[in-house]
């Protein structure tokens, strides 16, 4: 009320005398800037008010609060100017308008304060959660020896699954299997060959050890035909003569000894060496026919099923395992079939020369004929072991 009577009483003033106008326009200053004043302090205690309530408002209502400040913000503006705008009535000239004191912060900014906080924690919430989505992909410096290791184990167990459920489905009858009919009889003859190379060792063994035996009865049997035949001077004769066939008979027998022997070594050495390492190529050629037909197998039973979109990438995996264990498996199947051309070779050549000398020292010893048994060691380079030869003498001890 006090404004507008200021107002009006200026207005009436201007017109009677310019002078006067002038110092009514002077005291409406001052009462305007008191006027202003008291407001401004009035809104700094405000303020304060508004700065306790501040850290109490609720972040949900940041926008009602912000429309609420807006409103009151332009109320105190609107104020501010009707306060201010004071003009002489005769219109020569204006009174400048006095300067807004700066106002304290406002709900509105409150409002806004509350705004960029709640901006601020979703950020930092965005933030958080960011490294939780998304997979993990491992840098090459934690790839160490154990994950290697891990998924070694674990391929490992995916093969050695499917090579079992193949070998049953194949004992139960209900597998298929991969069959090559010459290479698999060429296989079983070799194993039944082997079986029976072995069991001629066996029986060449045992008749080395009786030709042993009897080797050492004949040289005890002529040391006593020779004792008798000091000790009886009228049988002296009789018994040198079967001291001497005795002992003739046990030198003999340790030629023929060492020509059994040697045809013992030789034959062990080809079933030993020359085809247990051809049956070891076999065995591996089976392990790759048998890892070749599981994931035969398992391709045509992804092939019978659906066509989506899971099982086209495992399609395509099995199909890239399929082709490389069908190269393992042909592989190995080439490298078995030359191991047995070369075996054969090697085995018809061994044992050729292996029946003849068995054969001529045998035919030699039982003939009496010690020349002949003497030159059929030589032909094959046979050294004769001397009895006590392999203990080394006293001289070379010392």
Not at 16 to 37: I, W
Not at 71 to 82: H, I, P, T
Not at 110 to 130: I, P, T, V, Y
Not at 325 to 335: C, Q, V
Request: aromatic share 6%; hydrophobic share 35%.
């Amino acid at each position: 009320m006090s404004e507008v009577s200021l107002e009006a009483e200026s207005g009436r003033t201007s017109a009677e005398d310019p002078q006067v106008n002038c110092e009514e326009a002077d005291e409406t200053e001052e009462s305007l800037s008191e006027d202003v004043k008291q407001q401004s302090v009035d809104n700094s205690r405000g303020s304060d008010g508004t700065d306790e309530v501040l850290y109490e408002i609720d972040i949900d209502s940041a926008e009602e609060n912000a429309e609420n400040g807006d409103k009151a913000g332009q109320n105190e503006d609107e104020g501010v100017q009707r306060k201010s705008a004071v003009t002489c009535r005769d219109g020569s000239a204006s009174l400048p308008t006095s300067p807004v004191a700066p106002v304290a912060p406002s709900s509105a900014v409150a409002s806004r304060l509350a705004r960029s906080a709640s901006d601020s924690q979703a950020e930092k919430g965005a933030m958080k959660a960011q490294p939780k989505s998304g997979a993990v992909v491992l840098s090459d410096d934690l790839k160490n020896p154990a994950m290697e290791k891990l998924d070694l184990v674990r391929k490992w167990s995916i093969n050695t699954y499917k090579c079992t459920r193949q070998i049953l489905s194949e004992k139960l009858g209900r597998g298929s299997r991969t069959v090559d009919l010459e290479l698999e009889a060429q296989i079983e003859v070799l194993r039944d060959n082997k079986r029976k190379y072995q069991n001629v060792i066996k029986l060449a063994q045992t008749l080395a050890s009786q030709l042993s035996q009897m080797m050492q009865t004949q040289r005890q049997l002529g040391d006593a035909f020779a004792d008798l035949s000091l000790k009886s001077p009228e049988l002296h004769e009789e018994f040198g003569y079967n001291a001497d066939t005795q002992k003739l008979l046990s030198k003999n027998g340790e030629t023929l000894l060492g020509a059994i022997n040697f045809f013992i070594s030789s034959v062990n050495t080809l079933v030993d060496k020359t085809i247990e390492d051809t049956m070891i190529n076999i065995k591996q050629y089976e392990v790759a026919r048998v890892e070749y037909d599981a994931y035969r197998t398992d391709l045509e039973e992804l092939n019978l099923g659906p066509r989506d979109a899971t099982t086209v990438p495992k399609i395509e995996q099995s199909q890239q395992q399929f082709q490389i264990h069908r190269e393992k498996y042909e592989r190995m199947r080439n490298d078995v079939s030359v191991k047995l051309k070369f075996l054969e070779e090697n085995k018809v050549k061994v044992l050729h020369n292996q029946l003849i000398l068995f054969h001529n020292a045998i035919a030699a010893y039982y003939a009496g004929n010690q020349q002949q048994l003497e030159q059929t060691l030589k032909e094959f380079h046979i050294k004769l072991k001397m009895p006590g030869g392999d203990s080394p003498s006293w001289l070379e001890e010392h």
